[in-house]
T-cell receptor, first 119, second 111 residues
Framework: GAGVSQSPSNKVTEKGKDVELRCDPI?????LYWYRQSLGQGLEFLIY????????KSGLPSDRFSAERTGGSVSTLTIQRTQQEDSAVYLC?????????????????FGDGTRLSIL | GDSVTQMEGPVTLSEEAFLTINCTYT??????LFWYVQYPGEGLQLLLK?????DKGSNKGFEATYRKETTSFHLEKGSVQVSDSAVYFC??????????FGKGTKLSVIP
């Protein structure tokens, strides 16, 4: 079946502009995650959705970053007034329902990412 | 907090060489452990996983054993191929939604 789909695959924009990144998760996956991958920095967790709600927004680097999810499906990550340090690959992942109270995690399935370049 | 440490790269090997990429973790409780692989220009793909101590995850000739006593999950492959060239990420998940990733190890296999 279809995997996690992200768009655009590449985005180049000028400093100060707003950008919207889109993620379409695997059908039936209730959990959705956003990560940022900067050169040489590994993966940085940004935010997580269970259904339409985001229990933990602590990974968002500043108040210029926001995310929403509607209908338990598509999510958008918005960056306002972009800065050059926002340049990175933004990865989205989705997974099945988590087991309540357990110590196991369902594997996360990743999209190919959006490469964001701020000029 | 939780953390994952994996060996620094890059690693360059000749085809058919033996591969080991070390990974150790710190976490409360008993996390699930994962290896993800990222081929050039692509997103991360789950390579293998283990959910409890002494479990061995395996896939595509790669193996990793969950060692609680040494808090390790080293990735091994007996004979690497050029097509294995990629970045490999070790990750732990301790019962919550958030995976903690290592910084990644870039592997280059030369013919």
């Amino acid at each position: 079946g279809a995997g996690v789909s992200q768009s655009p695959s590449n985005k180049v924009t000028e400093k100060g502009k707003d950008v919207e990144l889109r993620c379409d998760p695997i059908s039936g996956h209730t959990a959705l995650y956003w990560y940022r991958q900067s050169l040489g920095q590994g993966l940085e967790f940004l935010i997580y959705f269970q259904g339409n709600s985001a229990p933990d927004k602590s990974g968002l680097p500043s108040d210029r970053f926001s995310a929403e999810r509607t209908g338990g499906s598509v999510s958008t990550l918005t960056i306002q007034r972009t800065q050059q340090e926002d340049s990175a690959v933004y990865l989205c992942a989705s997974s099945l329902e988590l087991y309540g109270g357990g110590y196991s995690n369902q594997p996360q399935h990743f999209g190919d990412g959006t490469r964001l370049s701020i000029l | 907090g939780d953390s994952v440490t994996q060996m620094e790269g890059p690693v360059t090997l000749s085809e058919e060489a033996f591969l080991t990429i070390n990974c150790t973790y710190t976490a409360t409780g008993y996390p699930s452990l994962f290896w993800y692989v990222q081929y050039p220009g692509e997103g991360l793909q789950l390579l293998l996983k283990a959910t409890k101590a002494d479990d061995k995850g395996s896939n595509k000739g790669f193996e990793a054993t969950y060692r609680k006593e040494t808090t390790s999950f080293h990735l091994e492959k007996g004979s690497v191929q050029v097509s294995d060239s990629a970045v490999y990420f070790c990750a732990s998940g301790a019962g919550s939604y958030q995976l903690t990733f290592g910084k990644g190890t870039k592997l280059s296999v030369i013919p």
